[in-house]
């Protein structure tokens, strides 16, 4: 299964519109008329800091919890080719500006007393 490659343009639009989050994020802190001039650079600087860690912490978790669903509840053992059920596994993983919890499926085939995580791509069926 190949990874799916995002071109320059892609990013950039999706870079867009999380700028675009940008403009509510400033009205959500100062109201519609934005900082007064008290506020300094690096208040703003702040703000727009956790927004970024907040927007990727959202972000990262929604699509690794779509991804685990994907993930068939029994896989085969790469070794005996048995049927194994999946249970969920639950890990930290650190990522630029934000650490999320990755709910990942894992087997264990009691023939072969392994625990294995199912290849990607794997339909569970077979």
């Given at each position: 299964m190949s990874t799916p490659r995002f071109t320059a343009e892609?990013?950039?639009?999706?870079?867009?519109?999380?700028?675009e989050w940008g403009k509510i994020v400033?009205?959500?802190?100062f109201g519609e008329d934005g900082p007064g001039l008290?506020?300094?650079?690096?208040?703003?600087?702040?703000i727009a800091t956790a927004a970024a860690q907040g927007l990727t912490e959202g972000?990262?978790?929604?699509?690794?919890?779509?991804?685990?669903q994907k993930v068939p509840d029994e896989s085969p053992c790469p070794v005996c080719g048995e049927r194994c059920p999946t249970r969920t596994h639950t890990r930290a993983l650190a990522a630029q500006g934000a650490t999320v919890q990755q709910a990942e499926r894992i087997a264990h085939c009691p023939a072969c007393r392994r625990d294995f995580f199912p290849p990607a791509g794997d339909s569970g069926v077979g």
């Open positions: 892609e990013l950039d639009r999706l870079r867009a519109l999380a700028a400033s009205k959500r802190a008290d506020v300094d650079f690096r208040t703003m600087e702040q972000a990262l978790q929604q699509m690794l919890q779509q991804q685990a």
